[in-house]
């Protein structure tokens, strides 16, 4: 099969980091473009799922203040498990 060239426009700092975790990968960037390319019209589809970015509210972490709120021991844990 003839292989052609394709330009695309890319953030100069994405296409960094994705060299440089593609390249952890065993892979250059063509290669994981090809990837992509080839299982995008093997499934019709692209090939992730792909979400509107939704910030989670933090979440707040209480510890007890109290030893008698602790869990002592492993017997302890597992009596309240069932």
């Known amino acids: 099969m003839a292989k052609v060239s394709t330009n695309i426009g890319l953030d100069e700092d994405l296409k960094k980091e994705a060299q440089e975790l593609f390249g952890e ?35 707040e972490m209480h510890y007890p203040t109290q030893p008698s709120q602790m869990m002592e021991t492993f017997d302890e844990v597992a009596r309240r498990m069932g």
């Open 25 to 59: 990968l065993g892979l250059d960037l063509t290669t994981a473009v090809t990837i992509f390319l080839k299982q995008s019209v093997r499934e019709g589809r692209i090939p992730f799922a792909i979400h509107k970015y939704k910030p989670q509210a933090p979440v």
